[in-house]
């Protein structure tokens, strides 16, 4: 027969908590290597990331020009055969598709460049420098509108930035 009590018993034994979960050991502070510092230099650089933001956008505007060109329908789809059905909906989508490339990259290109020098430019990273890179994609996309579309979408895309920075909740 044993003397111990049992393990229900034993108030000291069932006292681990949730709360008291072991806190995992500190680790010391390493320094950067060489090839990193070289790659934050590089990737620092505004025409790096300004040419970056640009491939990245013709990307997405390309994969967005398919999606949406695959829902063009012909006008005349009823006298139209299956294969020219076809041809007309592989037209349509590469038109877009190269139509959303264009203007997708010219955006992130403007954006990100506005963004990046303005950053520079004031030694801060908030939430005016995405305002003012908003405000000079806006207006420069719908330049060719004349001056009162430029200061609608100026006014339009830095609120959509703005906007869009506080829902991601990039910066403190």
């Excluded at 490339?101 to 520079?120: N, P, R, W, Y």
């Amino acid at each position: 027969m044993s003397t111990n009590p049992a393990p229900e018993s034993n108030p000291a034994s069932t006292s681990s908590s949730p709360s008291e979960a072991p806190k995992p050991p500190i680790e010391p502070l390493r320094l950067p290597t060489p090839d990193e510092i070289r790659g934050q230099d590089i990737w620092n650089n505004c025409a790096v990331r300004s040419v970056f933001s640009g491939v990245v956008g013709g990307g997405l505007g390309l994969a967005l020009g398919l999606f949406l060109g695959s829902f063009d329908t012909p006008i005349m789809q009823d006298t139209m055969t299956g294969k020219q059905q076809f041809i007309y909906q592989a037209k349509q989508m590469g038109r877009k598709s190269w139509s959303n490339c264009k203007t997708f990259a010219v955006m992130g290109l403007i954006f990100s460049a506005a963004e990046c020098v303005v950053e520079k430019a004031r030694a801060k990273h908030d939430t005016t420098n995405t305002a003012v890179a908003g405000c000079v994609t806006g207006g420069a996309l719908s330049a060719t509108g004349g001056p009162k579309a430029a200061c609608l979408g100026c006014a339009g895309f830095a609120a959509f930035s703005v906007l869009i920075e506080k829902f991601l909740d990039r910066h403190d």
